[in-house]
Protein backbone atom coordinates (compact mmCIF):
# COMPACT_ATOMS: atom_id res chain seq x y z
CA UNK A 1 0.00 0.00 0.00
CA UNK A 2 1.27 3.64 -0.98
CA UNK A 3 1.65 6.05 1.99
CA UNK A 4 0.29 9.21 0.74
CA UNK A 5 1.08 11.98 3.05
CA UNK A 6 -1.56 14.92 3.95
CA UNK A 7 0.52 17.88 5.57
CA UNK A 8 0.56 21.34 7.11
CA UNK A 9 2.76 23.41 9.57
CA UNK A 10 1.96 26.53 10.92
CA UNK A 11 4.80 29.05 12.27
CA UNK A 12 6.03 30.75 15.11
CA UNK A 13 6.56 34.05 13.45
CA UNK A 14 4.78 36.50 10.26
CA UNK A 15 6.43 37.34 7.42
CA UNK A 16 6.46 40.98 8.79
CA UNK A 17 8.33 39.82 12.24
CA UNK A 18 10.62 38.05 9.49
CA UNK A 19 11.83 40.89 7.15
CA UNK A 20 9.21 39.97 4.60
CA UNK A 21 8.01 36.77 2.63
CA UNK A 22 11.69 36.07 1.34
CA UNK A 23 12.79 34.94 4.87
CA UNK A 24 10.32 32.16 5.03
CA UNK A 25 13.03 29.78 6.64
CA UNK A 26 13.43 32.58 9.65
CA UNK A 27 9.48 32.02 10.34
CA UNK A 28 10.23 28.63 12.96
CA UNK A 29 7.77 25.76 13.06
CA UNK A 30 5.48 25.89 16.01
CA UNK A 31 3.22 22.87 14.92
CA UNK A 32 3.42 20.61 11.82
CA UNK A 33 0.71 17.63 11.23
CA UNK A 34 0.30 15.07 8.77
CA UNK A 35 -1.99 12.16 7.52
CA UNK A 36 -1.17 9.31 6.41
CA UNK A 37 -3.18 6.74 3.96
CA UNK A 38 -0.90 4.13 5.04
CA UNK A 39 -1.92 4.36 8.90
CA UNK A 40 -4.64 6.30 8.77
CA UNK A 41 -3.42 8.47 11.57
CA UNK A 42 -2.87 11.90 12.15
CA UNK A 43 1.08 12.85 13.43
CA UNK A 44 1.48 15.96 15.34
CA UNK A 45 5.11 17.14 15.07
CA UNK A 46 6.24 20.07 17.26
CA UNK A 47 9.49 22.12 16.54
CA UNK A 48 12.01 19.83 18.04
CA UNK A 49 10.44 17.14 16.30
CA UNK A 50 10.97 18.33 12.75
CA UNK A 51 13.69 16.13 11.76
CA UNK A 52 11.04 13.60 12.30
CA UNK A 53 8.28 15.78 9.91
CA UNK A 54 10.76 15.84 7.10
CA UNK A 55 11.72 11.74 7.52
CA UNK A 56 8.16 10.88 7.18
CA UNK A 57 7.57 13.44 4.25
CA UNK A 58 10.82 12.15 2.37
CA UNK A 59 9.79 8.62 2.99
CA UNK A 60 6.33 9.33 1.55
CA UNK A 61 5.29 8.17 -1.75
CA UNK A 62 3.27 11.32 -1.99
CA UNK A 63 2.75 14.33 -0.42
CA UNK A 64 -0.15 16.49 -0.58
CA UNK A 65 -0.85 20.02 0.66
CA UNK A 66 -1.95 22.98 0.19
CA UNK A 67 0.34 25.93 -0.92
CA UNK A 68 3.26 23.04 0.58
CA UNK A 69 5.57 23.70 -1.85
CA UNK A 70 6.76 27.22 -2.24
CA UNK A 71 5.88 28.21 1.99
CA UNK A 72 5.96 24.89 4.32
CA UNK A 73 8.92 23.74 2.58
CA UNK A 74 10.57 26.87 2.93
CA UNK A 75 9.71 27.17 6.12
CA UNK A 76 11.44 23.60 7.09
CA UNK A 77 14.73 24.80 5.73
CA UNK A 78 16.40 25.77 8.84
CA UNK A 79 15.65 22.40 9.91
CA UNK A 80 17.08 20.36 7.05
CA UNK A 81 20.17 19.97 4.47
CA UNK A 82 17.67 18.52 2.41
CA UNK A 83 16.19 20.34 -0.83
CA UNK A 84 12.12 18.96 -0.20
CA UNK A 85 11.02 20.12 -3.41
CA UNK A 86 13.28 17.68 -5.23
CA UNK A 87 13.61 14.85 -2.53
CA UNK A 88 9.89 14.14 -2.08
CA UNK A 89 7.04 13.81 -4.39
CA UNK A 90 4.38 16.28 -4.16
CA UNK A 91 0.77 17.23 -5.27
CA UNK A 92 0.42 20.50 -4.24
CA UNK A 93 -3.39 21.36 -4.57
CA UNK A 94 -3.31 25.16 -4.67
CA UNK A 95 -0.49 25.65 -7.37
CA UNK A 96 -2.53 22.29 -9.50
CA UNK A 97 -5.20 24.98 -9.38
CA UNK A 98 -3.76 28.04 -10.20
CA UNK A 99 -2.60 26.21 -13.40
CA UNK A 100 -5.73 26.12 -14.52
CA UNK A 101 -7.95 28.77 -13.14
CA UNK A 102 -4.82 31.29 -13.80
CA UNK A 103 -4.82 32.82 -10.27
CA UNK A 104 -4.38 32.26 -6.49
CA UNK A 105 -6.86 30.89 -4.77
CA UNK A 106 -7.18 30.04 -1.19
CA UNK A 107 -8.38 26.71 0.69
CA UNK A 108 -11.33 28.18 2.62
CA UNK A 109 -12.95 28.88 -1.01
CA UNK A 110 -12.60 25.84 -1.96
CA UNK A 111 -13.35 24.27 1.16
CA UNK A 112 -16.87 26.02 1.55
CA UNK A 113 -17.88 25.78 -1.94
CA UNK A 114 -16.72 21.96 -2.52
CA UNK A 115 -17.26 20.81 0.79
CA UNK A 116 -19.99 22.84 2.42
CA UNK A 117 -19.56 26.37 4.85
CA UNK A 118 -19.67 24.00 8.32
CA UNK A 119 -16.09 22.75 6.94
CA UNK A 120 -14.09 26.30 6.10
CA UNK A 121 -10.94 26.63 8.19
CA UNK A 122 -11.51 27.20 12.06
CA UNK A 123 -9.17 30.27 12.28
CA UNK A 124 -6.51 31.47 10.09
CA UNK A 125 -2.26 31.61 10.01
CA UNK A 126 -1.99 34.81 12.19
CA UNK A 127 -4.18 33.47 15.12
CA UNK A 128 -2.09 30.44 15.27
CA UNK A 129 0.54 33.06 15.27
CA UNK A 130 -0.55 34.65 18.64
CA UNK A 131 -1.57 31.43 20.14
CA UNK A 132 2.27 30.53 19.33
CA UNK A 133 2.89 33.96 21.31
CA UNK A 134 0.74 32.97 24.29
CA UNK A 135 2.59 29.60 24.84
CA UNK A 136 5.80 31.16 25.37
CA UNK A 137 5.16 34.11 26.92
CA UNK A 138 3.29 32.34 29.62
CA UNK A 139 4.08 28.51 29.22
CA UNK A 140 0.76 27.36 29.11
CA UNK A 141 0.21 24.68 26.19
CA UNK A 142 -3.47 25.38 25.74
CA UNK A 143 -2.85 27.79 22.76
CA UNK A 144 -0.27 25.19 21.51
CA UNK A 145 -3.08 22.61 21.70
CA UNK A 146 -5.19 25.12 19.81
CA UNK A 147 -2.08 25.12 17.14
CA UNK A 148 -2.23 21.84 16.73
CA UNK A 149 -6.05 21.70 16.52
CA UNK A 150 -6.17 24.15 13.92
CA UNK A 151 -3.50 22.85 11.68
CA UNK A 152 -4.62 19.27 12.18
CA UNK A 153 -8.78 20.31 10.84
CA UNK A 154 -6.71 22.34 8.01
CA UNK A 155 -5.27 19.12 7.08
CA UNK A 156 -8.08 16.97 7.64
CA UNK A 157 -9.87 19.89 4.61
CA UNK A 158 -6.93 19.38 2.69
CA UNK A 159 -7.54 15.53 2.34
CA UNK A 160 -11.55 16.00 2.06
CA UNK A 161 -10.86 18.46 -0.60
CA UNK A 162 -8.44 16.14 -2.43
CA UNK A 163 -10.81 13.11 -2.18
CA UNK A 164 -13.88 14.97 -3.63
CA UNK A 165 -11.71 16.13 -6.56
CA UNK A 166 -10.50 12.71 -7.65
CA UNK A 167 -13.80 10.96 -6.54
CA UNK A 168 -15.61 13.87 -9.12
CA UNK A 169 -13.27 14.94 -11.62
CA UNK A 170 -13.81 18.39 -10.08
CA UNK A 171 -14.06 20.80 -7.20
CA UNK A 172 -15.96 24.05 -6.49
CA UNK A 173 -14.62 27.72 -5.50
CA UNK A 174 -15.83 30.48 -5.25
CA UNK A 175 -14.57 33.13 -7.55
CA UNK A 176 -13.37 36.78 -6.96
CA UNK A 177 -17.06 37.94 -6.97
CA UNK A 178 -18.31 35.45 -4.45
CA UNK A 179 -19.64 33.49 -7.28
CA UNK A 180 -19.54 29.11 -6.77
CA UNK A 181 -17.14 27.88 -9.98
CA UNK A 182 -16.25 24.90 -10.71
CA UNK A 183 -13.42 23.45 -12.40
CA UNK A 184 -12.01 19.86 -14.05
CA UNK A 185 -9.30 17.89 -12.84
CA UNK A 186 -7.70 14.40 -12.69
CA UNK A 187 -6.43 14.58 -9.05
CA UNK A 188 -5.26 10.80 -8.80
CA UNK A 189 -6.99 8.79 -5.63
CA UNK A 190 -5.00 7.87 -2.74
CA UNK A 191 -3.96 3.94 -2.81
Request: glycine letters at 6%; a negative charge; aromatic letters at 10%.
Amino acid sequence: MQDYVYFDLETQRSANDVGGWGHKDKMGMSVGVTYSTKTNQYHIYSENQADQLIEQLVKADLVIGFNHISFDYEVLLQYTILDLKTQTRNLDLMVDLEEILGHRIKLDSVAKATLGPDKSKTAEGLQAIKWWQEYKSTGNKKPLLEIAEYCAYDVKVTRLVHEYGYQNGHIKYADRAGREQQTPLTWSPPN
